[in-house]
């Protein structure tokens, strides 16, 4: 008879015991479901020079132009590149040297007039030999990492004159609103095998600039993942 109220005793505690951890268990998937992250309501659209406001103004060849509106109004953003070009406005010492620039612009427009709010400049200038100066292709992005409705900006672009094979210096650039990130390094490139028949690379550090430090941690988790998708020439 003992033996049967302790069976049952104990039963009884081990199906509390399994009620209390289902509940725990319940409240713990009702937390977990509270973080996740929540879905970007930022809508982009793609644009061209002929949806421009007529007082917007820019240099370049345009590489990606697009329109959104979140807390800061009625945004548009542009990237440009002039190609390898001779340009008179740099000093040149070769003969048959070249320049390259590109450009990042984001304005705001209200009542169809545009104000300027950043700009992105690069080049490199009086180049006798190969010269990059461009947009990593399909790495500009406009995102809400942290929610707020403030979208960020992401910008990379590769500058190099050389007439070998090394790495190019690598940017990213990031801004939300009026801060600007950056992320600065250099691209990775194969130099060589070992003896084992490994390849060897050259290049691929980086460095986050004191703002990017200081940034939520999702900004640089997004930057490392964009930069490792995209170091390798």
């Known amino acids: 008879m003992k033996k049967r109220i302790l069976i049952l005793i104990l039963s009884s505690a081990s199906f509390i015991g399994c009620k209390q951890e289902t509940k725990q268990l319940r409240i713990e998937l ?6 996740e992250p929540k879905k ?6 793609d644009i061209d020079s002929s949806q421009f406001p007529k007082s917007l103004k820019y240099e370049g060849f345009i590489k990606n132009a697009v329109r959104w509106k979140d807390q800061l109004g009625d945004n548009i953003v542009i990237t440009t590149e002039t190609g390898s070009r001779r340009n008179e406005k740099f000093q040149h010492e070769y003969d048959e040297s070249g320049d390259a620039e590109l450009f990042g612009y ?23 030999v190969d010269i990059v100066a461009s ?5 500009f992005k406009i995102t809400d990492l942290d929610h707020n409705e403030i979208a960020e900006i992401w910008l990379m672009y590769k500058i190099v004159c050389h007439g070998d094979v090394s790495p190019c210096e690598m940017k990213i650039i990031m801004y939300e609103g009026k801060q600007k990130f950056a992320m600065r390094g ?3 490139v194969q130099v ?3 003896d ?4 060897t690379f050259e290049g691929g550090n980086y460095k986050f600039d004191t703002a990017f430090e200081k940034s939520p941690k999702v900004f640089r988790n997004f930057a490392i993942n964009l930069w490792n998708k995209n170091i390798i020439n």
């Open 196 to 199: 084992n028949g490994e390849k």
């Open 40 to 45: 970007e309501n930022l809508q982009i659209i």
């Open 192 to 194: 060589g095998i070992d």
């Open 135 to 139: 947009f990593v292709k399909n790495t």
């Open 106 to 128: 984001h304005f705001l427009v209200k009542n169809n007039q545009v104000i300027q709010t950043w700009k992105v400049y690069d080049y490199i200038d009086d180049c006798p």
């Open 30 to 35: 009702e937390n977990e479901k509270s973080i």
């Open 186 to 188: 250099e691209s990775k």
